[in-house]
């Protein structure tokens, strides 16, 4: 399903970083651990088609992602990759139901209302629907932000530090809630993190920097 062999990323300041390959098939689950600068997020930048790198490649869905046009591959993020950003990144002036409508039609998809409900019903927040983003609690937001990443129905949800703030209870929740809607959605979910209680949620691996 994804499978990225042979990456490496080169910054203009100098520093060229070199990553382990990463396979997962439909349902895994994979925790990619490593310090601060180590490139985590760098790599979810390039699983996801963001950042394209120097060398190597990375395919989903039999798909070449860096074989596709710029605009290409943000269709193709759309429809079959969520992402939930460190920073959630909402529109502010949009309401929460407009900002996943947004995220359906940036996809090329057509507005899905139902849907929206639905996933919204799932995290216990459609009596959210017509609030602005600024005005939910960062947990609500957190929840929001995982609402956009599964509303187009993805085959890989990527999460960046999804826990890197929260205390443990906290920390348990968003990681049941992650992994039980990827099972909903029959969704690969690779989360990045230097956050070590993680490993104690997921017995597959990979490490960065040593």
């Known amino acids: 399903m994804l499978n990225a062999t042979g990456l490496h990323f080169y910054y203009r300041r100098g520093q060229d970083l070199s990553f382990p390959d990463v396979v997962a ?20 930048h390039m699983l996801a ?23 290409q591959r943000d269709t ?11 920073k959630s990144h909402f529109i502010r002036s949009l309401r929460v139901e407009e900002n996943l409508v947004l995220a359906q039609n940036l996809a090329g998809l057509p507005t899905d209302k139902k849907r ?18 600024q005005d939910l609690s960062v947990g609500e937001q957190q929840r929001i932000a995982i609402a956009r990443a599964l509303v187009n129905r993805p085959s890989l949800i990527l999460a960046d530090e999804p826990t890197s703030a929260l205390d443990d209870q906290n920390t348990e929740q968003v990681i049941h809630l992650l ?25 597959n691996h990979i490490n960065l920097g040593g």
Do not use: M, W
């Open 116 to 133: 929206i409900n639905a996933i919204l019903q799932r995290l216990q927040l459609d009596h959210k629907a017509h609030h602005k983003t």
């Open 25 to 44: 098939t439909q349902r895994d689950k994979v925790l990619i651990l490593g310090q601060s600068g180590c490139g985590k997020t760098t790599l979810l």
């Open 179 to 203: 992994e039980h809607q990827a099972d909903v959605e029959r969704a690969t979910l690779i989360i990045v993190t230097h956050d070590k209680r993680l490993k104690d949620y997921f017995s």
């Open 76 to 86: 193709f993020r759309g429809k079959h990759i969520g992402i939930i950003f460190q």
């Open 49 to 71: 088609g963001i950042l394209k790198p120097r060398n190597g490649q990375v395919r989903l869905l039999d798909q070449d992602l860096y074989q596709l046009s710029a605009h």
